[in-house]
């Protein structure tokens, strides 16, 4: 069993920056790849970024890429993204989520475990 919790969610201005934290726990052991992906009203949940299991390799969609970075402590159990020069349309829902195989994947299908998510509001 596996438990993923997203925080750091908020309201921010256009400009402002926002660090998102995803605490795993109990069969951590099984997880290596984490990724985000997030969900705005009335569109389809879509990838944001994704990390391997010692962060040897990286992943991220084209709207984010350059202003969002994924990084993850193992030590606690922990992956975070830091969003940049965050922009109106980055406003949703974000969920952690993380998959057993070695390689990360954008497709939601290959994440078996997700978070509940946390709200990300950005004003203009």
């Known amino acids: 069993q596996v438990q993923l919790v997203e925080s750091g969610g908020g309201l921010v201005q256009a400009g402002d920056s926002l660090r998102l934290s995803c605490e795993a726990s109990?069969?951590?052991?099984?997880?290596?790849?984490m990724g985000w992906f997030r969900q705005a009203p009335g569109k389809e949940r879509e990838f944001v970024a994704a990390?391997?299991?010692?962060?040897?390799?990286?992943d991220y969609a084209e709207s984010v890429k350059g202003r969002f970075a994924i990084s993850r402590d193992n030590a606690k159990n922990t992956v975070y993204l830091q969003m940049n020069s965050v922009k109106p349309e980055d406003t949703a829902v974000y969920f952690c989520?993380?998959?057993?195989?070695?390689?990360?994947?954008?497709?939601?299908?290959?994440?078996?475990?997700w978070g509940q998510g946390t709200q990300v509001t950005v004003s203009s």
């Open positions: 990390i391997s299991r010692f962060g040897g390799s990286t």
């Open positions: 989520a993380a998959r057993s195989g070695t390689y990360t994947r954008k497709d939601q299908a290959s994440y078996g475990f």
């Open positions: 109990g069969r951590t052991s099984s997880l290596n790849v």
